[in-house]
């Protein structure tokens, strides 16, 4: 694997967005191509080279390619959206939508991500370091498909609206969430090692919700059915299950109607 | 203004009968001439080895006004990675299916239309359908008043007050600068604001004591009591629900008898639109098939219909129609957002996003028959192309669309490509279909046949000396239609050459002009009708949530206006 090193040397005026950042753009280029490729500052078309210093090259496919950004970059938008292979390593934060639509490959940002990151993700692995914003693993506006697959990894806290429409994937919050987990989820599963606060899984078709801490104020479209015995993230535990949303439709399958299930450790 | 001379082309007019012809034509002052008649100054233009044809029109697309505007901001990922930067003469252009105002103009001119016909203005939003269209640039556009559930009309037309909805729709057409009487679900959308439908067209619609039929029936003689220009545009009962060809055929028969009555040279009294949602056989999904040709059959006989296709052209794209209880009904199917829009005494629409796959075989069946009905029908004036722009696809999309209609290759293609092909050629009849459309059958689906269902047909749809100088150019050699059938979808994506109006306004697919587009709407003259008058009045007073005095569609609306005005006070169809 061949490492491209982006090292920031400017940092933008307004928000830089640059969605030129992935594997799949940079593969098969050298350096100098690479601080040619286009970024946008607001309405006016810039280069990557202008606000970084590229040094290395590409691989000859995404897959063998890694982008060591060596600097934090809070005001870059779209870093490895849509990356489908090679890897990714921030040496800092980063703006909105990194991660966006990824398909595969490893997305890794060592301090914090801002709002709209993994949204609508495929798959590979996408860890982050510090906190992330709102609308994690969320649908883009508007949109009903949310993360579909893939992991999410969080080691820090996450903002409100997480995981909206999620339809397959993994998110594991080893930290706090706000509120509006999972509304509208059709499949998928969320793990929260922290507290919660309130609006969980309205309108929730189907996935699951497995919380280990506390919750300020149970959604009243959630039932308990019972408690079981579970192994989540390498934890041994014992869970409450509750399921829901019973405002919202549910599917059946094989005769059996399906629930979106929220799970919470119950304190030994 | 700058003169022209198209030389070399092969022009392709079914208004004059010219197939191909190598033939040079002038544009003066906007008109188009002899190319004699054009002074040493005029410009040439080369046109070897390239299809000439007048500007398309569009005979039924949803383009302009509220529910397209729903669309638009309920549907923020429409426009998510695709739009388009301005150039030096464009604004910048966003959205897929649902496609700005900018967008829409350009787009209708690069594939060389120079007029789109709005199919639903409810009466009450006039205004804001009028700033649409006088935002979208290049090309004309006229807008169709949603009338058939209009509780006026039927309260005349269940008295058989043939006259007074006459008036009415007169004053209507005045107050929202609209062109013609267009039904949608005729009595359904009323029985909506009760949860209710009617799905045949003789159920009742309730607390009016009248059937979709007597609309049906009332709005086409109203039509032709006035010698509109257009004829009645229907989107009928039923509309795709498996087994509704039966609710069809009994719509059509419905013009049985009756006669054209205008000066505009249009020989039909009923337009029956998008039929591909119409033509539907079997009693559930998993026995759903095409019944195109049964509805052809009877179409190709009875000669005072015309029709469009409204074919699925296999996109994600946006459902918006004033056929509110139809859109739930989907949103029921489909799970996704759902908006509902109700129009006081006129309307209501709906709007739903829609996927129409290629591994789905009930879409694939769709895409199937809407290709089947172009390729049954015998009289290509009678027949035209839409997608329903958005229902079944964007309008963009007609390049592709007439690609499987002028080649059998490319049809198979898609079919092998379909996931159960072998079910969709079972309920289908388009693998036995060898037809292909040629050019001057095509020059007839898009511009000479629908001018003439228009009414326009004096000025618009073809190529001779004293009409309207719109003419597409197309990269596209008549002797050698390329063996690929992408080439034909790639020669009708980007015209070489569009002059609207005698102006240059697209060359080699870019738009360089914005050219003057007008907004066409019908001015009827008809009697002093008091009771009509004090009817308005009331039904203003007690039911509607404006005055009457607001309701007109001001002419700084539409502040290019092409007004057709006509005189129906002297005895109907007189102008």
Sequence with gaps: MKTVTLTPTKQPELILEADCITPDTFAGKTAEQIAKLPVYQGKQDCTLGEFFSVAGGAGATAADTQIMIAGSCPKVKYIGSKMSAGEVVVNGDTDMYAGAWMK???????????????????????????????????????????????LIRVKGNVGSDICSFMNGGTLIVEGNADVHIATHAEGGKIIIKGNVRRRIGGQMVKGEVILFGTVDVMMPGFKYVRDMEMEVDGTKGKFAEYIGDLGERHPKRKGETVYGKFYQKIKA | MTEYVIRNGHLFDPLQEI??????????????????DVSSSAKAIDAKGMTVMAGALEVHAHVAGPKVNVGRWYRPEDKLFNSRKNSDATRIEGGFSIPTVFKTGYEYARMGYTFAMEAAMPPLYARHVHEEIHDTPIIDEGALPVLGNNWFLMEYLKNKEIENAAAYTAWLLRQTKGYGIKVVNPGGTEAWAWGLNCLTINDPVPYFDITPSEIITGLMETNEFLGLPHSMHIHGNSLGNPGNYNVTMDTLKLAKGVKPRNNFGRKQVMHATHLQFHSYGGDGWGTFESKAKEIMDFVNKQKNITIDTGNVTLDETTTMTADGPFEHHLTELNHLKWANVDVELETAAGVVPYIYSPNIVVNAIQWAIGLELALFCKDPMRCFITTDHPNAGPFTRYPRVIKWLMSRKAREAQIKAFKNSDKVVGATNIANLDR?????????????????????????????PGMNADIAIYNLDPKKLPTDPEGIEKAFSAVAYLFKDGKM??????????????????????????QVMHDIREKFLKYYSLNEGNYPVPDSYAPHPHVIALDATTGAGSS
């Excluded at chain 1, 906190?131 to 498909?145: H, K, P, Q």
Aim: aromatic content about 8%; charged content about 25%.
């Design chain 1, 104 to 150: 595969g490959g490893k997305l890794h940002v060592k301090g914090s991500v801002h709002s709209f990151c993994g949204l609508g993700m495929e798959g590979g692995e996408f860890l982050i370091d510090g906190n992330a914003g709102n609308y994690l693993g969320a649908s883009y506006r508007g949109d009903w498909r949310g993360m579909q697959g893939g």
């Design chain 2, 19 to 36: 197939k191909g012809d190598r033939k040079d034509i002038g544009i003066k002052d906007g008109k188009i001439v002899d190319a004699s």
């Design chain 2, 436 to 464: 292909e459309i040629g050019l001057y059958e095509l020059a007839a689906m898009t511009r000479a046949g629908p001018a003439e269902a228009l009414g326009l047909s004096k000025s618009y749809g073809g190529l001779a």
């Design chain 2, 505 to 530: 306004v697209v060359k080699d697919g870019q738009v360089i002009d914005h050219g003057h587009k007008k907004t066409f709407w019908v001015d009827v003259k008809v009697k002093e009708n008091k």
